[in-house]
Structures are given as C-alpha cells and as structure tokens.
C-alpha cells in the first residue's frame, strides 16, 4: 500500500523528507508547547495575570497553546492532514461547533449563578 | 452469485453504490466517529467542570497548591509530575504512530518493537495516575470543614529569601490529643443497619485547642483575594471563624469531603481523570490485544495492518483528551 503523506507543516514553512522525519518533527514542536505551559504555569510572570475578556491572559495562553497541540496530535499523529476534506470537516466541523455551544452555555450560567452567589440578588417583579 | 446478485447497470456511476467518496474504509471512518462522540462526551465532562468552577469562582482550590508531590521526592514541586505524564503519554503517542508508519511498509518487527513501547508508556502513564490519586486521597496537611461548607486550612509566615511566605502547618504538629469516649459506630456494635466511616483522627476542640496554644499559627479560608491567594485571617479572627463554624476535620480527600477546598472539586477530579484513566487503561488492553495479533502474522496474511492503525487513532485521541485535561486541571 503506497501511502503519500503530506509532509509539510506551518503551511509549508517547514518540510520534512519522510514521514517518520515528520513525527520527530511534530514531537519536537509538543514538547516545546508544553515546556512552554509549564515553564508559565510555575512562574506565572506577572504580566499575564491582568484580565482579558473575564479571564487571566495567561489562561487565554493556555486555551490556546492546548489548541495548537490538538491540532498537530489530530492533523500530524491521527493523519487528519491525509483524510479528504469532506472527513476532516465531518469531524472537525461537528465538534467544535458543539463544544462551543455547550461550553459556552455552562460558563455563562455559572457565572450568572456566582453573581446570583455574590450579591444575593435576583430581579423579580411583583415585590 | 451471478444469479443472485441483480445488474443495475449503473455500476461504477457515481450513485451506483460502491462508491467511497472519504476514500477511508468502513473501520476508519467508524473510529472517526466513535472519536467524535467521546470527544463530545468529555467536553460535556470539562464544561460540567467549568460550569462548577465558575460558580465558585472566587473560592475554587488553585491546582498548584494541590498537586505538588512527586514519588521518591521530598519537597515542593508543582506541575512536574504531570508535566512528566504529559510527556510519557505524548512519547508513547509518537511510537504508536511510529507503529502505523511501519505497518504501511509491511515491517512486522518494527510494528511490534513500537506497539510494544506504546504499551509501556500506556502502563507508566496509567500507574502514575494511580499514584497521583492514592497522594490525593491520603492529603497531606489536612483541614477543618465549616458548617457553610468553606474549608479552613492552617499554617504561619515564615520568612523565605527576605520574603513572607505563607506555610502550612499539618494538623498533626499542633492539634492536641485529648482522650475521648467518641469510637466508630459499626453494624455489629450497634443497630445492624447503621454503620459509619473511619473517625477523623481529631476532633475540631483538638484542633481549636491546638490553634490557641500556639502564637503564631493562622487559619487560611478557600477565598480568593485580589492577589489571586487564598485569604489569610488575622489571629482573632482565626480562633473566631475556628469556633463558630468549624464542623470536621478532614485529611485527603474523597467524593463527601476534601481537605485541599471545595468538595466537588474532588468529585470532578475523580470523574474526570478516572473517566480518562480508564480510557488509557481500555486502550491498552486493546493495543496488547493487536499486538499479539501482529506477532502471530494475522495483519501480515491479510495484507494490511490498518488494524494498528485504527487502535492507533484511539490511542491519539486518548492523548488529546489528556491535553485538555492537563490544561484545565492543572493549568488554568
């Protein structure tokens, strides 16, 4: 079975001559990320800790630092770069889209419940 | 068969059934969607999590004061052992796709050189999970539980490089042991149907008593002040909040009580990481499964070792789980 293997990451900048070359590649670039994370998450630099859109910079770091990784694990590891697209959006399309929505709903009701917590409010009519 | 099977005429058309437009075999794409639907299930999981945590915001244990041990080590040393386990895992990742590389070249050693490796980073990844849960279920300082449910933990400022640092101080170095008639009810000492747990090893007047004897000793509450560090209270404050609420003594942690803070952050951890954990074990009875198959030729005689590949797919994805995992345990 021939099996051709895009071997390109970054959208080219970097290229790979086989496969196996391309998975020490990818490790290399985990384990980078992660030595980023924890590096971060030890020292947590005070820079980071301001708020952005009601969460620390820094957490904003990690969310997406955790995206990249997936993606190279999905795209390099499990060969999603190999699949056609018609797969890849089949798979892709439908969870992100659902994790959203459900992620997005559950934060939002908790934090309306902290503030509920917090001031012991809620409006009502009819008092 | 020809007289059974019915021409349409239409075959090799492009709705004349045959037809595989992913261009991936029925397993693949069936694992695909397998992957799709636990990867659904775990981020209900992690929301669920986040959901719990944002509606404590102000009070939620902070992961780096909760998992600091590593075995064999004494000491202090946040994120390391997961950070470890991270890597095993990602390591044990690369070999299974090193597997699925050398299955495509029809290399049977290789194939079960590399799934032989997967399986050890598998086992060495599921034991220390085991020893990452038998740490948070012992504790280590242990705590007071109030009535309104907040966790009251002990300790003192001692200076550290010219700066004060919060320590904390087990209950064991101060609490005072006072004999007491107080034993544990069992089923056959008692009424046969009520029974109860093991005692705490003190009892808060133990506690309290201890807290009083010793001058510079402060209680810590779960709130998060602006620094973003537990509140610390102030000496008379410390013995008031001991007396008026304090309910249990705790050490470690299980799914009623948790000495490191909210109780359902210990519920969350179990689920979640037993939920994982049990995923990498699974996985790895299904990998020694099909790697007794390659040694024994099965793929060789059938040609295709897409076998390694679909065990291989899971195997990522138990990896990606764990990512996120990582993250949103440990992380954030």
Redesign the interface.
Known sequence: ?A?AHKLEIFRGAIKFKS??QK??GV?IL??IV?AI??IL??YKPEVL?GDILGMKTL?WI??L??IV??YY??W????MRD??P??RR??VW??VF??CY??FI??Q???Y??TV??DGFIKQDGY | MDRTVANTGTEGKTWGGGNQPLKASYGKLMMWFFIVSDALTFSGFLAAYGFSRFKFIGSWPIADEVFTHVPFIHGNYPMIYVAFMTFVLIMSSVTMVLAVDAGHEMKKTKVTWYMFLTIVGGIIFVSSQAWEWATFIKGDYGAVQTNGGNTLQFGKYETVDGEEVFKRVALDEFAIDTPQERVRQESRTGVWFLSEGSLPPYTVDEVYNGLAANEDLLVRTQNINEEGEKTVLSREESLKQLKRDGRLVVEGANLQVNEYGKSNFAGYFFFITGFHGFHVLSGVVILIIIFFNVILGTYEKRGSYEMVEKVGLYWHFVDLVWVFVFTFFYLV
């Open positions: 079975m099996h496969n196996r998975i020490w490790l985990l384990s992660t994370e924890v998450g030890i800790m957490n990690f969310i630092l955790t990784k997936a694990i999905t390099d590891f499990m060969h699949e056609t018609a797969l089949m798979v439908t969870g659902l994790i459900i992620v559950l934060l009701e908790g934090g419940i902290e917590y917090r």
